[in-house]
């Protein structure tokens, strides 16, 4: 069955440290990944997704098929990073259903 | 453009009660969802609306039922509400599928007594 575990429910770092957000799923094919995100009073958005590769607001993730991981990155953590984390999974088999981590909240320490 | 638009923002039912949760869109997304966010698990689909005309079950339809009245709006209806039904509920959509990014709406906060 198709799973995504984020095993962190709170993750707190200093402001200028590096951050990683773990994301691990189960999926026999070529997953599609995503990194949503929930910052206070806003709406659940999308931040990165694996095909773009691409970096947002200093953020990157790689696939790594081999551990089947999806890692959030961050090398120097802001403030403004505070916020909830979403990994989901999108497969072919999957239809049209995103398949969502429980999240991981990020809280930045000044 | 107000993007995914859902009303009401705060509802408190009894059990038993029945209500319909409104989801607009003005992005002519195809595809629209139905979640509900519960303390300590991710996004659960409830339903789905691949294309105007259609409606699919997701991970926990039970309890409820849903309306694609247009290719704008979706509604999530609950019949006969019960305690277990008390979420956080979020509308999305998208372009085409979930292979796309999904725009959410702000969120429903039902309370179900």
């Known amino acids: 069955a198709q799973r995504v575990t984020q095993p962190e429910k709170l993750l707190s770092v200093f402001k200028g440290a590096p951050v990683e957000l773990k994301c691990n799923y189960s999926?026999?094919?070529?997953?599609?990944l995503f990194w949503y995100v929930q910052y206070s009073r806003q709406r659940l958005q999308l931040l990165l997704r694996h095909i773009s590769r691409e970096s947002i607001k200093g953020f990157t993730a790689d696939l790594n098929k081999g551990e089947t991981s999806f890692h959030l990155k961050k090398p120097f953590a802001q403030e403004e990073d505070s916020a909830m984390y979403y990994c989901a999974l999108w497969g072919i088999d999957s239809n049209y259903q995103l398949i969502w981590g429980a999240g991981t909240k990020l809280i930045i320490k000044p | 453009n107000a993007g995914v638009t859902q009303t009401p923002k705060f509802q408190v039912l009894k059990t038993g009660q029945s209500m319909t949760l409104q989801c607009a869109q003005d992005m002519n997304h195809n595809s629209m969802y139905w979640y509900r966010q519960d303390p300590g698990m991710g996004l659960r689909l409830i339903y789905y609306s691949a294309s105007e005309g259609t409606t699919d079950k997701g991970e926990v339809p039970n309890g409820y039922n849903v309306s694609r009245l247009n290719k704008r709006e979706f509604s999530l209806r609950l019949e006969s509400a019960a305690p277990s039904q008390t979420s956080v509920y979020f509308c999305?959509?998208?372009?085409?599928?979930?292979?796309?990014?999904?725009?959410f709406g702000p969120g429903t906060r039902l309370t179900v007594l």
């Open positions: 999305a959509s998208s372009p085409r599928g979930a292979y796309n990014e999904q725009f």
């Open positions: 999926y026999s094919g070529s997953p599609e």
